[in-house]
């Protein structure tokens, strides 16, 4: 937004309505994009480091939105249960604590979703005792 806003000489509040009354004109991440190629492809001819401060200061963008572009989030090869199975079967084999946080750590998931699984698997295992 600022980006635009400092291109058309105009206030952020200003680009915003513009933007909104024409939505079908502009998307957020469309321009994110454009712009963030646009920056890296400039920085690549100049022979500059391709870092996250130097993208985000010439697309105009936020360091978080070039960190995002630099490292897109990779596709998970198991799906959450089977991350889950072998996080908790490889704390068992390592004699570790089976607490959340490493299992959710582990299992890359969140803290929560570690919880639940771990009282599933406590229920199981009280059940069968």
Same mark, same amino acid.
């Given at each position: 937004?600022? &980006?635009?806003? !400092?291109?058309?000489?105009?206030?952020?509040? @200003?680009?915003?309505?513009?933007?909104?009354? %024409?939505? /079908?004109?502009? @998307?957020? &991440?469309?321009?994110?994009?454009?712009? $963030?190629?646009?920056?890296? /492809?400039?920085?690549?001819?100049?022979? %500059?480091? $391709?870092?996250?401060?130097?993208?985000? !200061? +010439?697309?105009?963008?936020?360091?978080?939105?070039? &960190?995002?572009?630099? &490292?897109?989030? %990779?596709?998970?090869?198991?799906?959450?249960?089977?991350? $889950?199975?072998?996080?908790?079967?490889?704390?068992?084999?390592?004699?570790?604590?089976? @607490?959340?946080?490493? +299992?959710?750590? $582990?299992?890359?998931?969140?803290?929560? @979703?570690?919880?639940?699984?771990?009282?599933?698997?406590?229920?199981?295992?009280?059940?069968?005792?």
């Amino acid at each position: 937004m600022a &980006h635009l806003a !400092r291109l058309a000489q105009v206030s952020e509040p @200003t680009a915003r309505r513009f933007l909104r009354a %024409q939505p /079908e004109a502009y @998307t957020r &991440h469309d321009d994110f994009s454009a712009r $963030l190629q646009s920056a890296s /492809e400039q920085l690549q001819r100049e022979g %500059q480091p $391709l870092s996250e401060r130097a993208l985000a !200061r +010439l697309a105009g963008v936020s360091r978080k939105s070039a &960190h995002r572009f630099l &490292h897109p989030p %990779q596709p998970r090869e198991q799906p959450r249960e089977a991350r $889950l199975q072998a996080a908790f079967a490889r704390l068992q084999m390592e004699d570790q604590p089976l @607490t959340a946080s490493a +299992l959710a750590r $582990l299992a890359q998931v969140r803290w929560q @979703t570690a919880v639940r699984f771990l009282a599933r698997e406590i229920s199981k295992q009280e059940y069968a005792a």
